[in-house]
């Protein structure tokens, strides 16, 4: 069954980054795209962009293009979302998403929430 | 960017109850667009796709339907378990954007 297993939160300082892994199983990893979906503290779902692993295609999100790369291993099937500068506002749960063969968000990670505190 | 408006923001019904979830896109955005529901504590989970298309294992009682910039979700008969926040999601042009949510309760 397809699966992607998120890395573990982290408590990170203003003007740091983190980095969160994505592994996924079940399925040929080079056939489908990653997208990183984040989600502040009661808020809404914000798309922050996307990965080809084929390919290692990206689109990000103008707000955070500079402060954000996508990276994907294929040797180990793991998809990684860094951030730099991170400030209190980036403070969220981060998800992976598979883009299915639909071209949907059809499996999902169960999340990594990044706290941004001094 | 394309904005989806989602309305209502909240939507308290009683179980057996028909929903009606409507999304609005400011510029067209033809049948590229999904349905997720999020339930508390959990991640989103894919509904429909296309606009109308019911993801795999998605109950019957849920549909979608419309095109261009007015889309509705409708939950035929509501069940306890679909006490959820409801997003849609455009992939017609980047940046892919999603709506602010529709909030369901059961009375």
């Known amino acids: 069954q397809v699966q992607l297993v998120q890395s573990g939160g982290e408590v990170k300082k203003p003007g740091a980054s983190v980095k969160v892994s994505c592994k996924a199983s079940g399925y040929t990893f080079t056939t489908y795209g990653i997208s990183w979906v984040r989600q502040a503290p009661g808020q809404g779902l914000e798309w922050m962009g996307w990965?080809?692993?084929?390919?290692?295609?990206?689109n990000y999100a103008q707000k955070l293009q500079g402060r954000v790369t996508m990276t994907t291993d294929t040797s180990t099937s793991t998809a990684y979302m860094e951030l730099r500068s991170l400030r209190s506002d980036d403070t969220a749960v981060y998800y992976c998403a598979r883009i299915g063969g639909s071209g949907w968000l059809d499996y999902w990670g169960q999340g990594t929430l990044v706290t941004v505190s001094s | 960017e394309i904005v989806l408006t989602q309305s209502p923001a909240t939507l308290s019904l009683s179980p057996g109850e028909r929903a009606t979830l409507s999304c609005r896109a400011s510029?067209?955005?033809?049948?590229?667009l999904a349905w997720y529901q999020q339930k508390r504590g959990q991640a989103p989970r894919l509904l429909i796709y296309d606009a109308s298309k019911r993801a795999t294992g998605i109950p019957a009682r849920f549909s979608g339907s419309g095109s261009g910039t007015d889309f509705t979700l409708t939950i035929s008969s509501l069940e306890p378990e679909d006490l959820a926040v409801y997003y849609c999601q455009q992939r017609s042009n980047w940046p892919w954007t999603f709506g602010q949510g529709t909030k369901v309760e059961i009375k």
């Open positions: 990965i080809s692993p084929y390919s290692g295609n990206t």
């Open positions: 510029q067209s955005v033809s049948s590229y």
